[in-house]
C-alpha cells in the first residue's frame, strides 16, 4: 500500500515538473530575466514627431571665456559670461522624417545673467515673444512681430534632438554616429544669449556659426526608476565655425534620458570646451588684432 502511494506521488510530482518545464517553454527563455524584473535586451531608440501636439522646453545655457589680446596692453584679458533661462512652447505644423520643416514657438519667458558676481536675470529680446518659423529649401521664413536681427538667429530644429537617436533596436553598450547635417540642425544658431564686448582691437564672445560638427552616441545603460525605465544615452563631438571672423572650435561630451515607455527624450545635457582664436580688426583704420580665447560652455534642455 505504501509503494502504491509513494508511485502515485512520484507521478504527481513528475506531472508538475514536466507541466513547469512546458511552460517555461511557451513563455520563452527569458522568463527568469523578466521574473528579476531584468531590462530587455534592446529597446527602439526611435522618437516621432507630431503635428499640433504641444511641447514645453526648459532649456538653459552657461558659458564662460577669457579672452587674450597680446598688443593690447591696457585690457590684454577680458572675461565673458553668459547665461541663458528659457522657457519655450512650441508646436510643430509640419515634418519630413523627424526634420521640423514649420513650427509655431512662444518664449513663455526668455532671461539672461550678463555678470557672474551679479547672478540677476534681466528679460532679453525673446522673452514673451510668439511666432512661426518655416525652412522652404534653402531659406527659413519668419512669421511674427520680431525684428529682422532676432529672425536672423532662430532655426526651426533647435533643441530637436531627435535627430541624434538611430531609428532601430540598440543593445546596451553599441553606438552610433549621428550625420554631420543633423549635428549642425541642433547646434548652429547664434542669438544675444552670448554676451559681445567690444575693446579697441576686438569684438568678441561666444556667438557661433557652426559650418562644421560630428557627433558619436551610445546606449550606455537603461536606468530603472520609480518613474519608469530610461536608456541613457552618452554622447560626444566637435563643433567648429567662426563667432566674428574668429575660428570657434568646441569639444563636447553628453547625457541624454530616453524615456522607454513614452519613447521620447525628456533631458539632455551637454558640456563643452572652448577654444577660438584668429585676427580681428582694430578701431584704427587697416590695423589688425590677434585674439585667443579659451572658455565652457554647457547646454540643459528638458522636455515636457
Known sequence: MFKQK?????????AAVALTLILFWVLGADLPDRMAGAAPKKILLKSTLVENKPETIFYELEA??????PVHHKHSSMKLYSKLQREIKQKVLKFEKNNIIKVEREYISSKIVRQKRRPRPRRDLFDKKKFIIETTGERIEITGAISDHLKSTVSPNENNYRLILPGKL???GEGWSVPSEDVLKIFNFASSKRRMVIHGC????????????KMTC???????????????IKMEGVLEGE???????ITFTGVALFDIKIKRLTRVEI???IKLGGQQPCLLPGETSEVVGEGKIIFKSEFK
Open 170 to 172: 540598440m543593445a546596451v
Open 64 to 69: 564662460e571665456a577669457e579672452v587674450t589680446i
Open 218 to 232: 551610445a546606449l550606455a545603460e537603461i536606468e530603472k526608476t520609480d518613474e519608469g525605465d530610461y536608456g541613457v
Open 271 to 273: 558640456k563643452g570646451d
Open 202 to 213: 576686438t569684438e568678441v564672445g561666444l556667438k557661433a556659426r557652426f559650418d562644421g560638427g
Open 6 to 14: 509513494t508511485g502515485k506521488l512520484w507521478v504527481g510530482i513528475s
Open 243 to 249: 563667432d566674428n571672423d574668429l575660428e570657434v572650435r
